[in-house]
């Protein structure tokens, strides 16, 4: 059943385009919801047990019109309001009809995108139906920054979908609640590698931060792959390089320029790469700039001696001739001693549980430090997005005023430096040179903020842009106080640590249930030291 309702414009307006090519307009139509059809709709689950929306449609009918399209057949095809016309084909109407706007047929594209506008905004749509959607858009071509802007969606959220349509286990673990849109995403990115997935689960499982661990797992794959470069560098100049895997699998892995021959001599250089068996292993070492001294700075100025900070320490790959087979190569250990000989063998008048808490300090130290550099990566992400915020958080006044009132080193250092990183997160490009350099680029970002609430944000932004200039892996080594402070302000205002940055909180970090295989390669790495 049928009824139209046309206007005497819509007449007016028919009969002066009567010879003209037929173009269908819309119409406002009254239908009976049972013999519409349901198209495609992104939207799956339509939660048609909620008792006072079943009885409302029952008692007065659809309030708000539905849309549709005729076909070529001539029947009607829903493109919005599924859930009401699904509920008034179940219950009825006073009428038995309900209201429908008919438009005209849309493109595949525009309909899907619709229908996720309309439903994505509002409370209850499943990710695993944003999902679907993102994915039926991107398969008629349209690009990631397309479907966020016909969508609404931000591109984050479109990014995770688009990546958990590509990972099978992951989708269906979504699909079935086990795991958010935003955890499925970064289970996706490792579906391939079930050593990852584990790490991943024990993160879930013991509620670490999964971000954290996703970006531990890049930065670990960045190294291995680097190190592969390495190796095959040094190849292709014609030295024997032992691989990574080929060095896990050694029994002993000795520095020749640590052996002795028969008559308790060392090996003259030159000759390291005749000894038999001689192999060479790619070692990384620690370089720390300050040994670095440039003598022509010893010109007696004090000038910004207050602004000094040393360097950060950095590695870089070292080729060392060794032996993994002692007895085949014709040399000793010094004094003929048994056991390996690490970079930690020490001093002979060391005791063993002494050189043994020299070791355990060092790989603490070496997975820490590796641990605060990807916490580092995700951190800054997240600030980007905070400092991007409309508002402040509550609790961002006492912050503020803490900081200005007792005007904090890293806040002071930051305004003579033009708050270099308060651009690094806004995206900015961070202006050049010093004096002076980057006053108009602050005076723009100070004066966009023209209300109260924008002006306290932009305040917070520089406050904590400011703080996080200041950090490295020396925070966790040394944490003061105002690290805390700042810190656990982000932790309440939604930022979840890593392991490594609760020690900022004067948390212990709680011990890995995962093996140590990453600490021993480092240990093996320099097992030849």
């Known amino acids: 059943m049928t009824h139209t309702i046309q206007t005497p414009a819509d007449t007016a307006a028919d009969e002066a385009t009567e010879a003209a090519e037929p173009v269908q307009a819309e119409e406002f139509l009254y239908l009976d919801p049972a013999e519409i059809i349901i198209g495609s709709n992104v939207r799956t689950d339509l939660r048609p047990d909620h008792k006072e929306f079943r009885k409302s449609i029952k008692e007065r009918g659809v309030l708000e019109a539905v849309t549709v399209y005729c076909n070529e057949a001539g029947q009607y095809v829903l493109l919005r309001g599924q859930r009401r016309t699904v509920t008034a084909a179940e219950v009825g109407t006073p ?83 086990d795991l958010t849109l935003e955890e499925a995403a970064i289970f996706a990115e490792f579906e391939h590698d079930p050593e990852a997935v584990q790490r991943l689960e024990n993160a879930k499982r013991w509620r670490r931060s999964l971000a954290h661990e996703a970006q531990r797992l890049r930065d670990e794959a960045a190294e291995r792959e680097a190190d592969a470069a390495e190796v095959e560098r040094l190849r292709a100049e014609g030295l024997p390089v032992l691989s990574a895997e080929e060095v896990a699998e050694a029994d002993e892995v000795l520095r020749i320029e640590r052996l002795v021959t028969e008559d308790g001599e060392p090996l003259p250089e030159e000759e390291w790469p005749n000894v ?4 060479v292993q790619v070692v990384k070492e620690w370089v720390y700039p300050e040994d670095e001294y440039d ?64 070791r355990e300090e060092r790989r603490r130290v070496i997975a820490n430090n590796k641990a605060w550099a990807s916490a580092e990566t995700v951190r800054r992400e997240w600030l980007a997005g905070f400092v991007a915020r409309k508002t402040a958080p509550k609790g961002a006044e006492a912050l503020i005023c803490e900081a200005v009132v007792t005007g904090h080193h890293s806040l002071s250092k930051a305004m003579d430096h033009r708050h270099p990183m308060i651009f690094t997160l806004l995206g900015i490009d961070v ?40 950090t490295g892996k020396h925070s966790w080594r040394n944490p003061t106080a105002w690290d805390s402070r700042v810190l656990g302000a982000l932790v309440e205002w939604g930022y979840q640590p890593s392991e490594v940055e609760r020690i900022l909180l004067g948390e212990e970090p709680q011990p890995s249930t995962e093996d140590d295989s990453d600490d021993d390669a480092d240990e093996a790495s320099d097992s030849a030291t």
């Open 95 to 177: 009428t038995g009809l309900i209201p429908a706007r008919v438009v005209p047929q849309p493109a595949d594209a525009d309909r899907i995108g619709d229908q996720m506008v309309e439903n994505i905004h509002r409370a209850g749509m499943r990710e695993a139906e944003i999902v679907a959607g993102v994915e039926q858009l991107a398969l008629l071509g349209v690009s990631a920054a397309q479907i966020a802007k016909r969508t609404s969606i931000d591109r984050p959220t479109v990014n995770a979908a688009l990546a958990v349509t590509k990972a099978d286990q992951s989708r269906n673990r979504l699909d079935s609640g």
């Open 276 to 279: 038999p068996g001689a192999r």
């Open 295 to 358: 003598e022509e700075s010893e010109d007696g100025s004090d000038e910004e001696d207050d602004d000094y900070e040393p360097a950060e320490p950095y590695q870089q790959y070292v080729p060392v001739w060794v032996v993994t087979d002692l007895a085949a190569s014709g040399l000793r250990r010094r004094g003929g001693g048994s056991g390996s000989t690490t970079a930690d063998s020490g001093d002979e008048s060391e005791s063993e549980e002494d050189v043994e808490a020299r």
């Open 431 to 470: 202006p050049t040179g010093y004096y002076g350099a980057g006053h108009d680029e602050c005076h723009k970002i100070a004066t966009k903020a023209s209300t109260p609430k924008a002006a306290t944000m932009t305040t917070l932004a520089a406050i904590v842009a400011a703080w996080e200039a200041t």
